[in-house]
């Protein structure tokens, strides 16, 4: 079992920055992915960025060059840091755990609020 907490929400302005945090403990096994998705408010939950267990990352088109995702060397703790931020970036923040054929796990989530 994996467990997953966010942190490092909170509201900022346009063009503010914010890191978010993962803390993940339990057995990642292999070939895992953890991501961050997002919901904003009376939307679907979207994917907004992943780190795979050989380093690899993706970024969705609307964050790229805006977000980056990284990890500690234990995995231990993922991050996302988020500059130039806008108000569509507004939303609940998530944590995810995927590997193929298995269970996925989800963090409680971390709200992001951009606004003047």
């Known amino acids: 079992q994996v467990q997953l907490v966010e942190s490092g929400g909170g509201l900022v302005q346009p063009g503010g920055s914010l890191r978010l945090s993962c803390a993940v403990s339990?057995?990642?096994?292999?070939?895992?992915?953890l991501a961050w998705y997002r919901r904003p408010a009376g939307k679907y939950r979207e994917l907004v960025a992943f780190i795979a267990a050989d380093d690899t990352t993706y970024y969705v088109d609307a964050v790229k060059g805006r977000f980056t995702i990284s990890r500690d060397s234990a995995w231990n703790t993922v991050y996302l840091q988020m500059d130039s931020l806008k108000p569509e970036d507004t939303a609940v923040y998530y944590c995810?755990?995927?590997?193929?054929?298995?269970?996925?796990?989800w963090g409680q989530g971390t709200q992001v609020t951009v606004s003047s």
């Open positions: 995810n755990y995927e590997r193929p054929w298995a269970q996925e796990y």
């Open positions: 339990g057995r990642l096994y292999s070939a895992y992915k």
